[in-house]
């Protein structure tokens, strides 16, 4: 529906959108303007009271429908992206390997963390507003969750093994 900018904001404050998303209060009238420029927003200006006027924006039918191919084409892909945690491996690949393991046990506690955040989010949702697509979004998280602590509690177990794989480039190459 038509929001003000700073309608949007509650929005985002509201559904949470930041933990996805790095939008910042002050981007979004840039954004706003940008997404008007493309064609995919309009804005009107209206007056209420003696206040100054506000705009008040609304998606063009480019936009929904730009929108609408969005989110198919999102929903089409795995996510499958590089991670903090990837670039984090790779930039320790010439650590031994049980220095590694302390931090991906935490990485497992805080993931439990997450997850005890989340079903708390999720009890707040289902009373507030619940809808089968908000159930996919939470059922989402929780499997991305517990993916996460499942695969940094065996790789961290993996690493203190003592007969993992050897712990640097120079003990592989010899």
């Known amino acids: 529906r038509p929001r003000h900018a700073y309608e949007v904001e509650a929005c985002v404050k509201e559904r949470r959108f930041r933990q996805w998303t790095s939008i910042g209060f002050s981007s ?5 303007d940008r997404l008007e420029r493309e064609g995919l927003a309009r804005s009107t200006r209206e007056a209420v009271g ?11 039918a480019e936009g929904l429908a730009h ?5 198919t ?16 491996l790779v930039l320790s690949m010439e650590r031994p390997l049980a220095e590694l393991v302390a931090p991906l046990e935490r990485l497992a506690r ?14 707040e949702a289902r009373a507030r507003w619940w809808t089968p697509v908000l159930a996919a979004v939470f059922e989402h998280d929780r499997a991305m969750i517990e993916a996460e602590a499942r695969w940094a ?9 003592p ?3 050897p712990s640097s480039c120079a003990e592989r190459d010899s």
């Open 28 to 32: 979004i009238y840039a954004i706003l």
């Open 50 to 60: 003696k206040r100054p006027a506000r705009r008040t924006y609304s998606a063009t």
């Open 67 to 71: 929108l609408r191919d969005g989110v």
């Open 73 to 88: 084409h999102l929903l089409e892909q795995p996510t499958v992206q590089r991670s903090s945690i990837s670039v984090a």
């Open 110 to 123: 805080h993931a439990g963390e997450a997850l005890d955040e989340l079903v708390a989010r999720e009890r």
């Open 153 to 161: 509690r065996d790789t961290a177990r993996a690493f203190a093994a």
């Open 163 to 165: 007969d993992s794989a």
